[in-house]
């Protein structure tokens, strides 16, 4: 990874970070730390800042939802990227794609979201990240 780069931030990242109890939690904490010390320039959506913290709220408890949401104010650099119109549109063209079982919504728009930002890499735990073509962290 370069110094710098902008890196994706999926829910299943932060999920595993929120949650000791993760199954991904130790590689997610080894991969965030890597990140920070190479400076990564880090971006999530609105759609997955909603998923997460609905996740966080429904299987851990709504304190863990709420003092994950208020950490996000505290990274310096995060961007919070808008979800457009057009990148529902474009999200839905994935489903057409026979060998992405099980796609949510969220990763759809995530995909083309990313794809606008021209941003290459994405710090997530699922395979459809790698199976449309983006570089892996975690």
């Excluded at 994706?8 to 990242?13: H, K, Q």
């Excluded at 863990?64 to 996000?72: D, Q």
Aim: hydrophobic residues 45%; proline residues 1%; glycine residues 8%.
């Amino acid at each position: 990874m370069r110094t710098g780069e902008e890196v994706f931030v999926d829910s299943g990242g932060w999920i595993a970070l929120a949650l000791s109890r993760d199954p991904h939690h130790d590689r997610a904490r080894q991969a965030w730390e890597a990140l920070r010390a190479a400076g990564a320039r880090l971006r999530t959506s609105i759609p997955v800042v909603l998923e997460t913290f609905t996740f966080l709220d429904r299987n851990a408890t709504r304190d863990v939802a709420l003092s994950w949401k208020e950490s996000l104010s505290g990274l310096r650099g995060l961007r919070v990227l808008d979800c457009k119109a057009a990148d529902l549109e474009r999200g839905w063209s994935y489903f057409e794609r026979t060998d992405l079982h099980k796609l949510s919504a969220v990763d759809a728009t995530s995909f083309a979201i990313m794809e606008r930002e021209g941003i290459r890499r994405a710090f997530a735990f699922d395979h459809h990240f790698a199976a449309v073509g983006f570089l892996m962290v975690g």
